[in-house]
């Protein structure tokens, strides 16, 4: 049998691909390139789900949620580690917050946390958000820190270093960022910044498989974690998120992100007067940071806007990307440590696209 007749029979039978049309050259290059990631042990686990015009448009899982015991990557239920697609997720409650009056994003972070360390320069919640706040990056192994800390014990870690540069003239992407964000959410609101974004986010859009990971509780369903040696895949080393939730400490699905993106694109979460200052990307010196306020702004190599987040974390990476003019949004995770496959995803991203745009 022709090869391509049969892997074509395959797909059909097995109903792989969701979607009734018979055009399926875009996905069919998109799943071939997709398991080969798996077939040549570039990924253990992976997850896709592609929504266009509000539906499902392409969902499939690849490989491992556990290689050990070979259990199979589900999109619609097996959790993963978002990394910094938390940022979107905690964004949108930063929106809610803005819109609801209780929060000024050009007031000083002062004005919520008196006891930070005073800098040289102000510092406003809008910078903060734009990563042009001047306040560092990891450092050593921060990166992989396995400690047990509340959002304001993490402000050690940092507080007493200077900035980088005076506020709103420099860019420096960093998860501090959003520590500090989260901790005055924490104080407008009066509740923990999980409880509120549960509350005004996560259970409102029908998120289900979207929580704060817990170290020592993790859901049933959740994906072993692991990083890349010379030998293969080995489980990655522990690790302590709960400090920065709001800036890479999130597990979700697939499925879920995708949700995610799709009630941002309907302008259905409630601060979408205000979601366009999130989407605009900051500009600094004439060029632009194609940053917004916890959401990357940016455009693709044929200049399609889109916007979302590229999430990695330890044992963990994510693309999220909405493009709107498309009416798409894209959610990829993968249970492996930064797998350097971007390029690739982008790929597929793109070849989706083409599918639809014929």
Not at 26 to 36: F, N, P, S, V
Not at 186 to 198: H, I, N, R, T
Not at 225 to 239: E, W
Not at 277 to 283: N, R
């Amino acid at each position: 049998m022709n090869p391509i007749v049969k892997y074509l029979k395959n797909l059909f039978a097995s109903q792989r691909v969701i979607g009734g049309d018979k055009e399926l050259s875009g996905r069919i290059q998109a799943d071939l390139i997709l398991q080969k990631l798996i077939t040549d042990n570039i990924v253990p686990g992976m997850a896709i789900t592609v929504r266009k015009g509000g539906q499902i448009y392409f969902q499939k899982g690849y490989g491992y949620a556990d290689v050990e015991e070979q259990t199979h990557v589900n999109p619609q239920n097996t959790v993963f580690r978002v990394a910094s697609v938390s940022k979107p997720i905690a964004a949108a409650a930063l929106a809610t917050m803005v819109e609801d009056g209780q929060l000024d994003l050009d007031a000083s972070i002062y004005n919520y946390l008196p006891y930070f360390p005073k800098k040289e320069f102000d510092i406003s919640v809008r910078q903060l958000a734009g990563h042009t706040a001047g306040i560092r990056g990891y450092r050593g192994g921060e990166y992989g820190l396995n400690k047990l800390m509340t959002n304001r014990e993490a402000l050690v870690l940092f507080q007493d270093d200077d900035l980088l540069f005076e506020p709103g003239k420099g860019f420096q992407y960093t998860s501090f960022d959003w520590v500090m964000i989260s901790l005055a959410m924490q104080e407008v609101s009066g509740m923990p910044f999980a409880d509120y974004v549960q509350e005004k986010i996560i259970k409102p859009y029908g998120l289900k498989n979207t929580l704060p990971e817990v170290p020592g509780k993790l859901p049933p369903n959740c994906a072993t974690f692991y990083s890349k040696g010379k030998l293969g895949f080995r489980k990655a080393i522990p690790v302590n998120n709960t400090y920065k939730l709001a800036g890479g400490g999130y597990l979700s699905t697939s499925e879920d992100i995708a949700l995610f993106g799709q009630v941002y694109l309907d302008s259905k979460i409630k601060g979408a007067s205000v979601e366009s200052q999130f989407l605009t990307s900051a500009i600094i010196n004439g060029t632009p940071t194609y940053y917004g306020l916890g959401w990357q702004v940016t455009q693709d190599k044929l200049g399609r806007t889109y916007y979302g987040h590229v999430g990695n974390g330890v044992g963990g990476y994510a693309v999220f990307y909405v493009y709107p003019e498309q009416d798409m949004v894209f959610s990829i995770l993968i249970n492996c440590t930064n797998p350097g496959v971007l390029d690739i995803l982008e790929e597929v991203i793109g070849f989706l696209i083409g599918e639809v745009a014929v």
